[in-house]
């Protein structure tokens, strides 16, 4: 299978401060990638995605950088709020049919 | 409707039982999704359904045993599972196409205890 990993498991963030979680994978044909978050007891939701021809995109609050040379993704959440507490997973694909998904990154907010 | 449906939220059964995990969408998609997640793991692909056909199968062992009866519906039947079966089992829903969004959409999952 791919390999979708993240450089860190576990992040806390004060409240009001930023947070950034990276996440390296090693497909560089993959061409669409999502990150979702994932609450206690409840499924991934979508949160931001990126095509391969884009460097970053915005949401509300959230961004999302691709780096193809370094096959680096990131996702950064402005002004972290305690209902950010979850664990993020970026996923990949180049089919449209098959995401991999990576080790995920526990973010904690402390108020 | 913008949700996927699982059903039951939770399952015990035994290593003898038969029992079937029900998944529904009526967001028009035409693929859906199983996927395994162990504790504090990423979710593990399982089955990929497209056009209620299985394209996509990633060597689950044949107690799974997946069914598509329609473009909504999605089981997944289980047979003389093992105890390191117990996981969260998650459905997801998507377009099949390239289009400008065809990330999942996920239901909540079935917690499913073999004892």
């Known amino acids: 299978g791919e390999s979708v990993g993240l450089h860190l498991p576990t992040l806390s963030v004060q409240e009001g401060d930023n947070s950034i979680i990276n996440c390296a994978y090693s497909n560089s044909a993959s061409d669409y990638f999502i990150w979702y978050k994932q609450e206690s007891g409840k499924g991934p939701q979508f949160i931001i995605d990126?095509?391969?021809?884009?460097d970053k995109r915005q949401g509300q609050r959230v961004t999302v950088l691709l780096n193809k040379t370094v096959k680096h993704l990131s996702l950064q959440i402005a002004a972290t709020q305690p209902g950010d507490s979850a664990v993020y997973f970026c996923a990949e694909t180049n089919t449209g049919n098959q995401f991999y998904f990576g080790t995920g990154t526990s973010l904690t907010v402390i108020p | 409707d913008t949700e996927v449906t699982q059903t039951p939220k939770h399952l015990v059964m035994g290593m003898t039982n038969k029992k079937s995990l029900k998944c529904e969408q009526h967001m028009g998609h035409r693929a859906m999704y199983w996927y395994k997640q162990k504790a504090k793991k990423p979710p593990e692909l399982m089955f990929v359904y497209s056009y209620e056909k299985l394209s996509i199968n990633e060597s689950v062992p044949s107690r799974f045993s997946p069914e598509c009866p329609n473009s909504s519906l999605l089981n997944l039947h289980l047979h003389a599972l093992q105890p390191e079966d117990s996981a969260l089992y998650l459905c997801?829903?998507?377009?099949?196409?390239?289009?400008?969004?065809?990330?999942?959409?996920f239901g909540s999952g079935t917690r499913l205890t073999v004892v």
């Open positions: 990126i095509r391969s021809n884009m």
């Open positions: 997801a829903s998507s377009r099949p196409d390239r289009t400008s969004n065809y990330g999942y959409t």
